[in-house]
């Protein structure tokens, strides 16, 4: 979907900075399993998201001291994936609100 | 994208590697740390990461230079493709070259000269006005000047205009400079000329209202040109006073030179000259600066209520007097509108053509790409990304050819520049436009992209084996494009036939001209033009006349003209020197009425019509003319002896047939002078010598001795106002210091110009010849080319569409001779229907250029055949190279591309 994983980039570096390898793991185990992340999207969408400034880069060593590029939310990426959040929740709440007719019918 | 982004590519290209690279080996560790071996974990990774380009690419996209990249593979590609057709892009970039250059040059002279208007305050307002008499005993039908007295009553009481300026007293003059006499124009303007066109001083002042007052110490404005050519722009030059025509005048300003194509009014061209401030005694031509929103016509009828005025309250002359208003840069553009008008356009059609056959050769070659094309889009090249390729070449095409065009162009204005000073009015105004330019490339380059795109469609169709067979014959479009093809193929055969006939009757008139025999020698004599410093021209003589002066006592024949002539004579090399009151070729004529013996004073009829030339005795000898019976003038033929006539052949046969003329006397019937009615006695006959190139027959012609012209004669004043001179030399000689060092001793302040052998005299008056030559031969050229690129890409691509039929045709047995020579018919077919249409269309065309035809009828058979056989030849060798391909075609490759 388009934009999904923007957020799921945005929100895997919440943590703090990582790399593509990393990224694209830690997507796939919080999904348990159901995100598979293609390379060809990811590195595609990584820097796409450097080119906007909602990411920065840069080059570090691993704990297994293997050089790779460090991707970190910057201000604006933070801003980013709280907009994207609200905008995932209510779209969330208005596919729910279609599939359980009733609940919406519900006086607030 | 930035500039920085650009510099950091490379370094970004070589991160994004490592960046994989780094994802894999961090992948394959993970796994080997799950047990797997190490060639197990690679290749798990690799599959697992895919296609490790596309992502590459894919990221790169990312990047927003993508398109950047690909326009410069694209070019880069382009290149390489037009590299190695190098003969298909030369005739290419040739072809718009040549359009888009010739049109710009046009356009740019068509602006410069016919649109933009004259440099002058309210130019579009500014108008001539001429005053013609339908009955020519009042004046002339087309244009008079008018008095002091009408220019003040129409100036004053006409509504119509905001002002009238009335150009006065126009004449040749010399001007004292430092290099020695000047000939200049010069001429006078009304106090309100100035101001009224807003023409400003370059240098110093205008005339103010103190120097038109009369006894106001004369004072002279110069032209920038004269100015600059000979003064050597030095502002000193005002308050000091220069010599013109003999008199002193005071250097008020200096005026930019535009102001002399007012003298268009005049119908002279001057590049430079004198302004004076005008006379009340001279009579005037007028221009006006309309009122706004008064048309011509009201104009018109307006001044026509002042008839009366400008007749001098004579009701007949009134009857017959109508004013005649047009826009001034009407009046100086008018001779040659047609002409731009018509060259304009032949060259668009030319421009068009070329576009046309650019994008047929463009179509041919993609027939012969087609394959490459196809296959490109079956293994999966975007549609996008083969369109964009192709239109990259046809861009590269187009910008090559409007590059080179724009070189052409320059050449083309360059050429214009060198025309001869009074070919093209406001030529000095011609400055490439590049608006025009611009528009033209636009055009070119649309042309270019748009045909480029066409194959790029058909190769790029949804299915690539459809398009395969399109491009192998089945599609109905395209044979109707084809067949339109066609006919722009023959009808570009007809315009070369009839480009190819006017070339070829003007390089034989132009032969004839150079091989005429004119009776005297071209090559080894000089002349040149001598005018005095005080020339008195017709205003002098018409002052002269009404001031009542005595005439001078000592004829400038023997004050300068025999001292000069004695000196030229012992230069080295100098064979024979003379001096005679007109130059071959130039045009001026001195003709007038003769009475031949036996026709009575009082008869009207009878009189022969001869040109008069005044000549010093060794004319003949100088100008090699023959003497075929009796004595030429001589040295004793002077002022007090009896007047002598010397004729040639053609007068001497028709004053007396079959008879001796020697002995016989000639007279003028004219009376305006007792001096004009003496008989002169024939002496002797000369052989004929043409004056003229244009006409057929030598002219009858009478040399009188340059001695016996009495200085009370009217004639005299146009003797000592200028004569030319005639050296003939041993081998080439270089004496044009060397005379003008002894006019600056015998005769100091002349005029000395206008050096030319009689040889590059007739090329001046052969030049129009020579120019239609040029240009009907260049425009021939360019047509032959368009012949040979049209013809080829028309039956390339004849051939492309036929492909299939062809291998069929040589399935069943067609040798490879037979498919070679219906190809080549196909082509004559259409040469042969173009040089038909292209004949019959010279039949006509050879009608309007009689003019300027010389020995050759227009309907001259063998330039007809050559063009024909030429044309013919041209063809079939346009047609070789696709015939043979079509020769080539395997049958069964042909069949199973199906």
């Not at chain 2, 463009?362 to 490109?376: D, G, I, K, N």
């Not at chain 2, 008069?612 to 004319?619: E, F, G, K, L, T």
Request: some cysteine; proline content about 5%.
């Amino acid at each position: 979907m388009q934009g999904t994983l923007d957020m799921l980039i945005l929100q895997t570096l919440q943590w703090g900075p990582q790399h593509g390898y990393a990224i694209g793991h830690a997507i796939r185990a919080c999904s348990r399993d159901t995100f598979q992340v293609e390379t060809g999207s990811l590195y595609p969408a990584l820097h796409r998201l450097e080119r906007q400034g909602w990411l920065e880069s840069e080059w570090r060593k691993t704990e297994s001291n293997q050089r790779a590029k460090y991707y970190r939310l910057t201000s604006s990426g933070r801003k980013q994936l709280l907009s994207e959040r609200r905008r995932w929740q209510q779209f969330v709440t208005a596919i729910g609100g279609v599939l359980n007719p009733a609940k919406s019918e519900e006086p607030l | 994208m930035s500039l920085l982004d650009w510099i950091f590519r490379r370094r970004r290209e070589r991160e994004l590697e490592e960046e994989i690279r780094s994802h894999l080996e961090m992948a394959a560790r993970d796994r080997m740390e799950s047990g797997e071996s190490g060639d197990e974990a690679r290749q798990a990774v690799q599959r697992e990461f895919g296609n490790a380009l596309l992502v590459k690419e894919v990221t790169r996209e990312m990047w927003g230079w993508g398109w950047a990249e690909r326009l410069l593979q694209d070019v880069r590609y382009t290149l390489r493709q037009l590299r190695k057709n190098s003969s298909f892009a030369a005739l290419a970039i040739i072809m718009l070259a040549l359009g888009i250059g010739a049109n710009t040059a046009m356009f740019t002279v068509i602006d410069s000269v016919l649109i933009q208007p004259l440099p002058f305050r309210d130019a579009k307002r500014l108008v001539s006005i001429k005053i013609g008499y339908l009955d020519s005993h009042f004046g002339d039908p087309d244009q008079n000047p008018v008095s002091w007295s009408t220019y003040r009553e129409l100036r004053t009481r006409s509504l119509s205009f905001e002002d009238i300026i009335g150009i006065g007293a126009w004449d040749w003059t010399v001007i004292q400079t430092p290099q020695g006499g000047q000939k200049v124009g010069r001429a006078t303007i009304t106090p309100s000329g100035l101001d009224g066109l807003a023409v400003h001083p370059v240098l110093g002042r205008a005339f103010d209202s103190k120097d038109y007052q009369s006894g106001a110490a004369p004072v002279v404005l110069l032209s920038a040109k004269l100015w600059r050519d000979h003064f050597g722009s030095d502002p000193q030059i005002l308050r000091r006073q220069v010599r013109i025509g003999g008199a002193p005048y005071t250097v008020v300003g200096v005026l930019p030179d535009s102001l002399l194509d007012l003298l268009v009014l005049q119908a002279e061209v001057v590049t430079s000259g004198v302004w004076l401030p005008s006379r009340a005694d001279e009579d005037f031509d007028l221009a006006g600066i309309l009122r706004p929103g008064v048309s011509r016509q009201a104009a018109q009828a307006e001044l026509g209520t002042f008839a009366l005025d400008v007749c001098n309250q004579n009701q007949e002359c009134a009857k017959s007097a109508k004013f005649i208003v047009e826009p001034c840069r009407d009046v100086m553009t008018g001779a040659v509108r047609p002409a731009l008008l018509a060259l304009a356009g032949a060259l668009v059609l030319v421009l068009l053509i070329a576009c046309v056959n650019v994008s047929n050769l463009q179509l041919a070659r993609h027939q012969v790409r087609r394959q490459e094309l196809a296959v490109r889009a079956a293994i999966g090249a975007g549609r996008g990304r083969l369109v964009s390729q192709l239109m990259a070449e046809g861009a590269v095409l187009a910008i090559a050819g409007t590059v080179t065009g724009l070189g052409f162009a320059s050449v083309l204005l360059a050429a214009v520049h060198r025309l001869p000073p009074n070919f093209i009015p406001r030529a000095d105004e011609i400055e490439l436009r590049v608006p025009v330019f611009a528009m033209l490339a636009v055009i070119a380059a649309i042309a270019t992209i748009l045909s480029s795109l066409a194959p790029a469609l058909l190769a790029t169709r949804s299915a690539p084996e459809e398009a395969l067979r399109e491009a192998s014959g089945g599609s109905i479009t395209g044979r109707k494009r084809l067949r339109l093809s066609q006919w722009m193929v023959a009808g570009e055969v007809a315009l070369s036939a009839v480009l190819l006939v006017s070339a070829g009757l003007m390089f034989h008139t132009l032969y004839n001209l150079e091989h005429i025999h004119f009776g005297f020698d071209l090559q080894q004599v000089t002349t040149f033009a001598a005018t005095p410093a005080n020339a008195p021209g017709y205003f002098g003589w018409l002052a002269a006349r009404s001031s009542g002066t005595a005439p001078q006592a000592q004829s400038v024949v023997t004050r300068v003209y025999q001292p000069v002539l004695d000196r030229l004579r012992q230069l080295p090399g100098v064979v024979d020197v003379a001096l005679g009151s007109w130059t071959p070729f130039d045009g001026e004529t001195g003709f007038a009425m003769i009475r031949p013996p036996g026709v009575p004073e009082s008869q009207q009829h009878g009189l022969i019509a001869a040109q008069i030339c005044y000549v010093s005795p060794d004319y003949a000898r100088a100008m090699g003319v023959p003497l075929i019976k009796g004595r030429m003038i001589s040295d004793e033929d002077t002022a007090g002896s009896p007047l002598v006539a010397v004729v040639n052949e053609t007068l001497a046969r028709r004053l007396a047939p079959g008879q001796d003329p020697i002995g016989e006397q000639i007279a003028y019937p004219a009376h305006s002078s007792p001096t004009m009615k003496n008989n002169y006695t024939i002496v002797g006959v000369l052989g004929d010598a043409r004056q003229h190139i244009v006409t057929r027959a030598p002219d009858p012609e009478v040399l009188l001795a340059y001695q016996q012209v009495p200085t009370s004669d009217p004639r005299y004043f146009f003797f000592a106002s200028g004569t030319n001179y005639f050296v003939r030399t041993r081998g080439h000689q270089e004496l044009t210091n060397a005379i003008r060092q002894i006019f600056r001793q015998l005769a100091p302040g002349y005029a000395v110009d206008h050096f030319r052998s009689l040889q590059v005299a007739l090329d001046d008056a052969t030049f129009n010849q020579r120019l239609g030559l040029y240009l009907t031969g260049s425009f021939a050229g360019v047509a032959i080319l368009m012949v040979l690129t049209g013809l080829y890409g028309v039956l390339s691509q004849l051939v492309g569409q036929r492909r299939r039929e062809i291998g069929v045709r040589m399935a069943l047995g067609a040798t490879n001779r037979s498919i070679l020579r219906m190809i080549l018919r196909q082509g004559s077919i259409l040469a042969l229907a173009g040089l038909a249409l292209g004949l019959l269309a010279a039949l006509a065309a050879g009608r309007l250029l009689r003019a300027f035809l010389y020995g050759v009828k227009p309907l001259d058979a063998a330039t007809y055949v050559a063009v024909a056989v030429a044309l013919l030849a041209l063809s079939i060798a346009a047609a070789l190279l696709p015939a043979r391909r079509a020769s080539r075609i395997d049958p069964m490759a042909a069949l199973r591309s199906e």
